[in-house]
Each structure stands twice: as C-alpha cells, then as structure tokens.
C-alpha cells in the first residue's frame, strides 16, 4: 500500500518579484498570494488529502489555513519545515549577495547543500530536520495523501534527497518551484517515487 505526499510552496510573497532570499524570515503574501491560495484550496476541496501540514512562518501557514478553511482539514504546524536559514542573505537578490559576499555566494551556488551562505544554515541540516517531520507526516497518512505547503528550496533539496540525486544539483535538476503547484511523491516502505513536479493546480487532476 503507497502513500502520497503533495508537497506545495507557499503563495507568493512580498519579496518575490525581486527574487530576494526569504529563508526564515516572516514574509507576508501579496494578494495575489493569497489569491493562489484560494485556488490551491479549490483543489484540495475537490480532491479530499487526509492529512495537512505546514512550516510555521506565516507565508506557508497562511497558505495551508486556506486549505483547511475550504476541506475542514486540522491543520497543523511544523517548524523543522522551514525554509533554509540563508542566514546574512535573507532580504538579498543573488547579485546582492555576490556584492556583499562574493567568496561565500560562489561556494552556496556552487555546492548549496554544503555551504550556507553567510552566518546561514547548511542546505543538509535544514533536509535532515524535514526529512524527520516528513517520515512522521507519511506514517500518520497510513495509505492516504498528505498535503504538506512548505518552502522552494528546502523542497528541491529534499526531493533531490528522497530520489537519490545529489542535492548540491537541485538548481540543475529542478531549476524553479511555482507557488502553490503540486509536487507528488508515492511512498512504499521507504522508497520514494517522484511522479510528477511543478503542476499548477489549474492542470493537477
């Protein structure tokens, strides 16, 4: 018997447009957000996960809440599914990272599983705390689907985890996350299988 994970990032965010690092930081959505939201709810209404689970920060919360709002799904919170700690990088585009820090902005693209960017968290510790909430999250699925909103970069990077793919090539493999697309896993003991990634809901059957 396999169990289904969905796995979704959060709407959009005030810093999105700008391509700014979140990481842990509390960034409120934009309406259009939460107008994402809405309609990641009007699928989940349709197709009915057992079980829903966030990150706590706000973005992601308020993303799932829509959900349990439309399904009557308990929500819950998880905080080792927060986003990676970027960390002096948070509230910074890429290029202003190389300006401030170039030497430790080449080595996180460059192995961004293994090096954090400034006073960050490694990409591989943040997988490592997620990994242990997810394995919990599939058990109390027991054969069902969970839907779990998290974050872009920790999901890329446990994805590449879960399928075997060095996650230091998460940008290579899985280059962008849209908000609110679903990304499905099935699980049977402790294999896991990638069956689709990055589909708006709009085309999610």
């Known amino acids: ?23 842990s930081s509390d960034i409120a959505l ?12 009007a699928w989940a209404a349709k197709h009915r996960p057992d ?20 399904t009557g799904l ?8 927060r ?17 401030k820090y170039p030497d430790t902005a080449a080595a996180f693209v460059a192995a961004p599983a293994r090096s954090p960017m400034p006073s960050g968290e490694p990409g591989a510790i943040a997988v490592a705390r997620a990994l242990k909430v997810l394995a919990r999250i599939i058990r109390d699925a027991d054969g069902g689907t969970a839907l779990v909103v998290g ?24 280059p962008e996350v ?9 699980f049977e003991d402790d294999k896991a299988s990638l069956l689709n990634f990055n589909v708006p809901v709009g085309n999610a059957r």
């Open 51 to 70: 079980v829903l689970v966030s990150s706590e920060l706000t973005r992601a919360w308020r993303t799932a809440d829509a959900v349990a709002q439309a």
């Open 178 to 186: 849209d908000n609110c697309a679903l990304t499905t896993l099935s």
């Open 83 to 99: 986003e990676v700690d970027f960390g002096k990088g948070e509230g910074l585009t890429l290029d202003e990272l190389y300006e």
């Open 1 to 23: 018997m396999s169990t289904t994970l969905i796995m979704v990032r959060h709407g959009e965010t005030v810093w999105h447009g700008e391509h700014r690092y979140a990481g």
């Open 30 to 41: 934009t309406d259009h957000g939460m107008q994402q939201a809405e309609e990641l709810a």
């Open 151 to 174: 974050h872009g970069t920790l999901m890329r990077l446990v994805i590449c985890t879960l399928i075997s793919i060095d996650p230091n090539l998460y940008r290579d493999v899985f």
């Open 74 to 81: 308990e929500h819950w919170t998880e905080p080792d599914l």
